[in-house]
């Protein structure tokens, strides 16, 4: 029998670092006043250099996974290694859906290379772990570092904004002086922030380390100041999540939490298929006209990229129904549907419910705020693609894949042990 013991107490700084960094770099936007010259007027284009960032971040987190797998032994628990290789099944299909598309039916091809280029990379980061994350990392202390030290980083930039839009010498985007003053923070998107926020604060409620009802409250604060429907929905969603875990802790059953779990994506699914085409016949135009009636022109705009284009929902080809025609839509789902067809629809969501099941564990109270964290981005993603957005996108697989790894390597160690 093995008696030596191995402590799970160091975090993961390159994890860490890799977290921060891509929340950091979005700071630009807001200094530079680049992001999306047709939603705020004063902004300009962002320029291709400063949007490759996330890409030459990316990589080079993947040069240094690299460098320690070759200094180091590679461990790949057999749990995880059927993951990855389903996950790299994904990418494969996915990518064989592009070439299909540029030589059969190319469409709006420019749309979906760019839906690709947020989609991939960030789903291929779940390969990244296992190359930096070692067995003796603890997925606690991790996260306990990764929130407040981001805690510090978003609220004091939060609060520069903040002090200098009251003093009416600078406005973040997606604002309209005298209209409409929203709060997008780091990201300088009221959307993104305000599910950054919901994560951080997430992790602040699911450990409860030192003032973390102070750190709370900030959060609250500044998810309120982004005047973000789909954060609210987000928000609401996660405290929907948070009370049924409550309820039913007592009662887990893995068959019984599949089972809802089904009947709960069935409705989810549903909705996501069913909002924009209603929509797009105008059966509930009104009710949310009047509910963004103080958003002014930037919230028509967000509903009407909500509904799919035209053309995907009289898609008459069999190839463009399988592999998509091109199209650009806030929704995730129809986004995916229309780049990727019924086959990169498919891959995407048998992807996001096979992680999300091996990392789901509501055991713990911080693993139960995590895990309504992410229904609550599957569910926001309705209204805006969150797995399409940086550093949202990473965040979610990510972490995701730390907590997949993390536990499987616990759970052989300690099994080693016996």
Not at 180 to 206: E, K, Q, V
Request: with cysteine; charged share 10%; net charge positive.
């Amino acid at each position: 029998m093995n008696t030596r013991v191995r402590t799970f107490t160091r975090p993961c700084w390159a994890l860490i670092w890799l977290w921060i960094l891509s929340i950091a770099q979005y700071m630009y936007r807001y200094i530079f006043q680049v992001n999306d010259a047709r939603t705020t007027s004063y902004y300009s284009a962002t320029p291709i250099w400063l949007s490759a960032l996330k890409y030459e971040l990316l990589l080079l987190f993947f040069l240094y996974g690299a460098v320690r797998f070759i200094r180091r032994p590679f461990y790949l628990n057999a749990r995880y290694r059927r993951l990855v290789e389903v996950t790299a099944g994904g990418i494969l299909v996915l990518g064989t859906v592009l070439v299909v598309r540029a030589a059969v039916s190319p469409g709006d091809f420019d749309n979906t290379v760019l839906c690709g280029m947020q989609l991939m990379p960030w789903l291929a980061g779940v390969l990244l772990i296992p190359l930096i994350v070692e067995q003796s990392h603890s997925v606690v202390d991790t996260l306990i570092t990764f929130e407040q030290i981001a805690f510090w980083t978003t609220f004091s930039f939060w609060l520069m904004t903040v002090a200098l839009a009251m003093a009416g010498i600078r406005y973040p985007a997606l604002s309209y002086p005298g209209v409409l003053l929203r709060f997008g923070g780091i990201l300088d998107d009221p959307n993104g922030y305000a599910c950054l926020c919901l994560l951080l604060a997430a992790l602040a409620l699911g450990f409860r380390r030192a003032r973390w009802m102070l750190r709370t409250a900030a959060y609250g604060v500044m998810v309120a100041g982004t005047f973000s429907l789909t954060g609210y929905i987000t928000c609401f969603t996660i405290c929907c999540c948070l009370v049924l875990f409550r309820l039913y802790r007592a009662k887990n059953s893995k068959a019984k939490w599949l089972a809802a779990g089904c009947v709960f994506c069935a409705i989810c699914i549903g909705a996501v298929v069913l909002y924009p085409y209603l929509y797009s016949i105008g059966q509930v135009t009104e009710a949310f006209e009047q509910i963004y009636s103080v958003k002014g022109s930037s919230a028509m705009t967000h509903l009407l990229d909500l509904a799919p284009a035209e053309s995907t929902l009289q898609e008459s080809s069999l190839i463009g129904l399988l592999f998509g025609s091109g199209g650009f839509s806030e929704n995730f789902y129809w986004r995916v549907l229309a780049n990727f067809g019924v086959i990169g629809l498919f891959v995407m969501a048998g992807l996001a419910l096979l992680w999300f099941y091996a990392g789901c564990d509501i055991d713990e109270r911080w693993r139960r705020t995590l895990t309504a964290w992410n229904i609550g981005v599957l569910i926001g993603s309705t209204g805006i693609a969150y797995l399409l957005t940086f550093p949202l996108g990473l965040l979610f697989w990510s972490a995701l894949a730390f907590l997949v790894y993390s536990r499987a390597a616990k759970h052989e160690y300690c099994a080693s042990l016996e």
